[in-house]
């Protein structure tokens, strides 16, 4: 039941800025933290940045200072805003939720994935 859908991927020039966002939809009662991860070809995942329910946020090195990550409770969304960016910021960008859902009662806590926004930087 529970969903989440990347967008803002595309095609960047190094030094520029891009904007994703994750919508979480279905039957949805909390969502503790949630995070971006991305994975460029020939490359591990790796965790980008994530985000507490109440706002605290950690980032990689590697994108700390370009990277900002929010969120909107109301609505179930997280973002990523980058800015500056880079050739190796090129990855395939997943979005990730610890979600405690309603199944007919039941409410599990689980670990949702998003189907993943390419992003590439052209250098």
């Known amino acids: 039941q529970v969903q989440l859908v990347e967008s803002g991927g595309g095609l960047v020039q190094a030094g520029g800025s891009l904007r994703l966002s994750c919508a979480a939809s279905?039957?949805?009662?909390?969502?503790?933290?949630m995070g971006w991860y991305r994975q460029a070809p020939g490359n591990r995942r790796e965790l980008v940045a994530r985000?507490?329910?109440?706002?605290?946020?950690d980032y990689a090195d590697s994108v700390k200072g370009r990277f900002t990550i929010s969120r909107d409770n109301a609505k179930n969304t997280v973002f990523l805003q980058m800015h500056n960016m880079k050739a190796e910021d090129t990855a395939v960008y997943y979005c990730?939720?610890?979600?405690?859902?309603?199944?007919?009662?039941?409410?599990?806590?689980?670990?949702?994935w998003g189907q993943g926004t390419q992003v590439t930087v052209s250098s």
């Open positions: 985000i507490t329910r109440g706002s605290s946020t």
């Open positions: 990730n939720a610890d979600i405690v859902a309603d199944f007919s009662g039941n409410s599990p806590r689980s670990d949702y």
């Open positions: 279905g039957s949805i009662l909390i969502i503790y933290n």
